[in-house]
């Protein structure tokens, strides 16, 4: 079982800029994959960042250029942080993992952290 915490929301005018942090219970090492999702109301869980077992890190086109994510391999911590915010960009932002477990794909998911871009 791997536990994921967020935090770093908050509020923020168009043009700002917030960092995002995910702490695992366990060293990111051992993970397969993480990312970043983030929710809107009505609306589905859509990919914003996620490194895979290639060590490429994909970004949706519409945070290209503005977001990075990076992660410290030696610990257990995550991170996003977004600049050039637009109102667009707010959601609910979910931190994700995969770990491989008896040679089975187990999904994780963070508990969310809201972000809003308003003026």
């Known amino acids: 079982q791997v536990q994921l915490v967020e935090s770093g929301g908050g509020v923020v005018q168009p043009g700002g800029s917030l960092g995002l942090s995910c702490a695992a219970s366990v060293s990111i090492s051992r993970l397969k994959v993480m990312g970043w999702y983030r929710q809107t109301t009505g609306d589905e869980r859509q990919l914003v960042a996620v490194?895979?077992?290639?060590?490429?890190?994909r970004y949706a086109d519409s945070v290209k250029g503005r977001f990075t994510m990076s992660g410290d391999k030696a610990g257990n911590t995550m991170y996003l942080q977004m600049n050039n915010l637009k109102p667009e960009d707010t959601a609910v932002y979910y931190c994700y993992a995969v770990q491989l477990v008896a040679s089975t794909n187990v999904d994780y998911w963070g508990q969310g952290t809201q972000v809003t871009v308003s003026s």
């Open positions: 490194i895979l077992g290639d060590n490429i890190i």
